[in-house]
């Protein structure tokens, strides 16, 4: 019973670490800003894109959520998936995957998103442990 214990208290989430795995999908694809975003949201976009490049990527996904506030964007869920898939949070950019492809049905990437969404559903999930 003790190493139950132990084992529930030691699982802790890879948040903020990149997998030592390679990601589902492999390296980093970042979506770009379009001309037709509010410049407020522009500049939160950016920030993200600059936190993310510099493996801060907790900072990167709230700066784009606070794009997201100020105009809902298609390319800010992608790239918050896009974050989540390679700090190993599948459920999460799962959900910002299909937020992305629900805001942009015609995405000339849609195809491969979709692949992705089904082959991040079916991957085995990554445990880290950490103690005695």
Same mark, same amino acid.
């Given at each position: ?9 030691? +699982?802790?989430?890879?948040?903020? !670490? ?14 770009? +800003? ?11 976009? +950016? =920030?993200?894109?600059?936190? =993310? ?34 700090? =190993? ?6 959900? *910002? ?6 805001? *942009?049905?015609?995405?000339? =990437? ?14 085995? !999930? ?7």
């Amino acid at each position: 019973m003790r190493a139950l214990g132990v084992l529930l208290l030691a +699982v802790t989430p890879a948040a903020a !670490q990149p997998s030592p795995l390679a990601p589902i999908g492999g390296p980093a694809v970042r979506k770009g +800003v379009h001309d037709k975003y509010p410049t407020e949201a522009i500049s939160k976009f +950016v =920030d993200g894109i600059i936190a =993310d490049k510099a493996g801060a990527y907790g900072e990167a996904i709230r700066a784009y959520e606070d794009a997201i506030k100020i105009s809902e964007l298609a390319n800010a869920y992608y790239n918050i998936a896009d974050v989540e898939r390679r700090i =190993d949070q599948p459920k999460r950019a799962i959900k *910002a995957y299909k937020k992305y492809l629900e805001l *942009a049905p015609g995405a000339p =990437d849609k195809a491969a998103v979709e692949k992705l969404i089904r082959d991040l559903e079916a991957a085995p !999930q990554l445990v880290t442990f950490d103690g005695e």
